[in-house]
């Protein structure tokens, strides 16, 4: 069970060079790791085979990394840690790094416990994007980025199972220190410490066992409505809403609705495994965390400046002023003027057989389930928008294995990957999968900057506001198998857990379309998750529909050898009209319409000279022009949110982040500050 924001499944690079031999023992300790996570014998994980071919992935591979540095003591980057590559190459990387060759390259960061486990520190990136999404900071925003869902639980014990469920929060909420953290209006977050009267998260129970089949329909269908909409903020409370809701058939539902500030889609398989086995026994007790989420965050505030996170940005930024846009998918809206409330979802599922004979034809082509959707993905896409070369955004896991306790938090460290997609005119679609495993597994091998980060700098030198990257794709396979277990079948007075019967709804800001694929009980299930006023249902039936029937194509085994028909065009297309655009792909440039009134020059009057002066000590740069543009000074959205709250603070005024991204100045802001307030 899975919530956003999550890895993508083992993709990886050819090698490039083979380091040199390491002992017989290291290589069989290594084997012996994958033997572990692989839940297989040493004799199935031969030295020359690649982790891929052996079923391993890029989710695998980070539990993998955490039993390396456990067992052996030894700290890989997970870009070392490739899953074409076999035992003997790893152990030979392990060998060398010991030797102090330099051929690895582990971070040179400790993560330990901090002394004040209550002390600030800051948000992860894609944490931020969230957040400042909530402020209304961006096109397609939401008061509350998370997920809902509810399952369906068979036979509870009304009486027994909401103080079991009640008390199973409480002591995880002891246990998983992030349930009980709190985003501050500076664009930290702290923790809560465990006696506090507000840190656990609290449970609700309707009990409707009483009332006719159809009023207790309504009032489920009224639950639902209220928590998809209505999502919990850890800026004003809890980040994690749970509810209970019995059924007069005598079944239940488990409500769940988590902020994406706080837990993302590995987070959430560890979040119901703990959730459940406590439930299941009043007595059990999980083993302890030596760390918790604010000791990894703080430990990665010493990765900017290091030699691995300078190669990755140059990595990154050499090849910015090549990346095309995003696809140009038809528009009937404007997304500035929309303001969705609900993402629109279609679903469509793989049954446990075809599911499993899709991964064979996988294995068999050399390429990860998650290499070969994301290929038929962008044909799909490509063949809905017209062009060849896109631009597409991914959400990954990127826990960087730091300590061996790493994969057993639960928090928000995923972030995103930008993804150029550039399909030869006339592939086979065999081709496109290994080439989309080569592309993600070299984007992934410089995950030390995220794509948060990355499109930060794209936007500053598109110059525009707008999201430019707002088609993704995502997926979870292989969160099960890294963790070690599915979810139980059952949980004591729970009952049994259905996790077929189940209801979600997403709201991710910055996100006009996604294809989100996980696995429920063997069963592979896709997801598209869109902002429905921006597309003609029309074309979003026809687009799911060719995804879905590439993808049972890819089942038959008769889609891998075909020809892939696509468009002529390479590029996008760009509306030369005015008005509301009729494509997605082109980010709309900021222009510079200034009046007389706010040319260029030096601040005028009091007011732009506090902005100024205000700018100047934020961003640690003089601040002289009245026309100087906030972001192009190096501001950010998070600088910006905390800007405009100290402005607010201070008496100066109120202006919201939408209203300040139509002037981002020093003139346009003084302006703003002394107008009404106009939303």
């Not at 995103?416 to 679609?429: E, I, R």
């Amino acid at each position: 069970m899975t919530i956003p924001s999550a890895p993508l499944s083992g993709v990886g690079t050819p090698d490039i060079g083979t380091p040199a031999g390491a002992p017989p023992e290291l290589v069989r300790a290594v084997r012996e790791v994958w033997a572990d996570v692989l839940e297989t014998d040493l004799a199935s994980v031969p030295a020359d085979a690649g982790f891929l071919t052996l079923g391993g992935d890029s989710v695998l591979a980070v539990r993998m990394a955490a039993l390396l540095r456990k067992r052996l003591g030894v700290a890989l980057a997970l870009a070392d840690v490739r899953v074409e590559h076999s035992a003997a190459h790893l152990a030979a990387l392990v060998h060398e790094h010991a030797s102090a060759t330099g051929a690895a390259r582990p971070l040179p960061l400790e993560l330990r416990r901090r002394e004040d486990p209550g002390a600030p520190f800051p948000l992860l990136p894609l944490q931020q994007g969230y957040f400042v999404g909530q402020q209304g900071g961006w096109e397609l925003s939401y008061r509350s980025a998370h997920h809902y869902v509810d399952i369906g639980l068979i036979d509870p014990d009304p009486e027994e199972a909401p103080e079991a469920l009640r008390d199973a929060l409480e002591r995880l909420a002891e246990h998983q220190a992030v349930l009980r953290a709190r985003i501050l209006p500076d664009g930290r977050q702290r923790i809560l410490p465990p006696d506090d009267p507000e840190a656990a998260p609290p449970l609700r129970v309707q009990d409707l066992r009483d009332l006719p089949d159809e009023e207790a329909a309504e009032r489920l269908a009224g639950i639902r409505h209220e928590m998809s909409t209505e999502g919990p903020d850890p800026s004003t409370g809890c980040g994690l809403d749970m509810r209970l809701t019995l059924l007069p058939d005598g079944t239940a539902r488990l409500h769940s609705s988590a902020s994406l500030l706080i837990i993302d889609g590995w987070s959430s398989g560890v979040f119901y495994r703990d959730l459940f086995a406590l439930v299941s026994d009043y007595n059990a007790v999980l083993a302890p965390l030596d760390i918790d989420f604010g000791d990894y965050v703080t430990a990665l505030g010493d990765l900017p400046g290091t030699e691995q996170w300078e190669a990755d940005r140059a990595w990154w930024w050499d090849r910015l002023d090549d990346f095309p846009l995003p696809p140009a998918l038809p528009l009937v809206a404007d997304p500035a003027e929309v303001a969705p409330t609900l993402m629109g979802t279609r679903q469509a599922t793989l049954d446990p057989v075809r599911w499993d004979a899709l991964r064979e034809h996988c294995a068999a082509h050399g390429v990860t389930p998650s290499a070969a959707l994301f290929a038929a993905f962008g044909v799909a896409i490509s063949r809905a928008c017209g062009h060849r070369r896109f631009l597409l955004n991914t959400l990954q896991l990127n826990r960087l294995p730091l300590h061996p306790d790493v994969p057993r938090l639960v928090g928000a460290f995923s972030s995103t990957m930008l993804v150029p997609v550039d399909l030869p005119a006339a592939p086979l679609f065999t081709d496109l999968a290994r080439i989309a495993q080569r592309d993600l597994g070299e984007a992934m091998a410089h995950n030390l900057v995220t794509g948060v980060e990355v499109s930060r700098e794209l936007g500053r030198r598109l110059g525009t506001r707008r999201p430019v990257a707002p088609v993704v794709f995502q997926s979870t396979l292989g969160v099960d198998a890294a963790l070690g277990s599915e979810v139980p079948g059952e949980a004591g007075p729970l009952g049994v857990i259905d996790l077929a019967s189940h209801h979600q709804q997403l709201r991710t800001p910055q996100v006009a379309l996604e294809l989100r694929l996980f696995e429920l009980r063997g069963e592979l299930v896709m997801v598209f998750s869109l902002v429905e006023e921006l597309f003609d249902a029309k074309d979003v039936d026809a687009l799911f529909a060719e995804v879905t029937g590439l993808v049972e194509s890819l089942v038959t085994g008769d889609g891998w050898a075909a020809g892939v028909p696509l468009p002529e065009a390479v590029d996008a297309p760009r509306d030369g009209a005015s008005g509301a655009p009729s494509r997605l792909s082109v980010p709309t440039p900021v222009t510079a319409a200034w009046d007389g009134a706010e040319t260029p020059g030096a601040p005028r009057g009091a007011l732009e000279e506090e902005v100024a002066a205000r700018w100047s000590e934020l961003l640690e740069r003089p601040v002289t022009d009245r026309a100087a543009d906030f972001f192009a000074l190096g501001g950010d959205s998070l600088l910006a949110v905390r800007m405009l709250a100290a402005l607010a603070r201070d008496g100066r005024g109120r202006v919201t982040p939408r209203r300040f991204l139509e002037r981002p100045t020093p003139a346009g802001l003084a302006r703003a500050l002394t107008e009404p307030a106009g939303d």
